[in-house]
């Protein structure tokens, strides 16, 4: 059974906006640091942002700040990615993640490989 399912990507315009979704059917997420990650194609896997069980967001890709922030809805078990005013080079597969800790990474340490429990992603298309 998926630990955490990502929903919510799919294909817009530069400038636009779209809010993904990671739920948890196993996992109580309100517990722990959720990760988005994202992968485009031909490239490594990077952090993009951190939302720790205290509600604080840091940031790992300079390139999304002011424009992307992360939530939670504890009553839904549910993370959000919302994203604004959306680039061509957004354009990725994008994947929450958790190492199961409240805290989120230091910038100088996250790492993919530093993550427990991963989604199978959900494709995010910015066209110019």
């Known amino acids: 059974q998926e630990q955490l399912v990502e929903s919510g990507g799919g294909l817009v315009q530069a400038g636009g906006s779209l809010r993904l979704s990671c739920a948890a059917p196993?996992?109580?997420?309100?517990?722990?640091?959720i990760t988005w990650f994202r992968q485009a194609p031909g490239k490594e896997r990077e952090g993009v942002l951190c939302l720790s069980k205290y509600d604080q967001v840091t940031y790992y890709a300079d390139s999304v700040k002011g424009r992307f922030t992360e939530s939670r809805d504890n009553g839904e078990n549910t993370v959000y990615l919302q994203m604004n005013n959306l680039k061509p080079e957004d354009t990725a597969v994008y994947y929450c993640?958790?190492?199961?800790?409240?805290?989120?990474?230091?910038?100088?340490?996250?790492?993919?490989?530093?993550?427990?429990?991963w989604g199978k992603g959900t494709l995010v298309t910015v066209s110019s």
């Open positions: 993640a958790t190492d199961l800790l409240d805290y989120c990474p230091e910038d100088r340490d996250i790492s993919p490989g530093g993550m427990d429990v």
């Open positions: 196993v996992l109580t997420l309100e517990w722990y640091a």
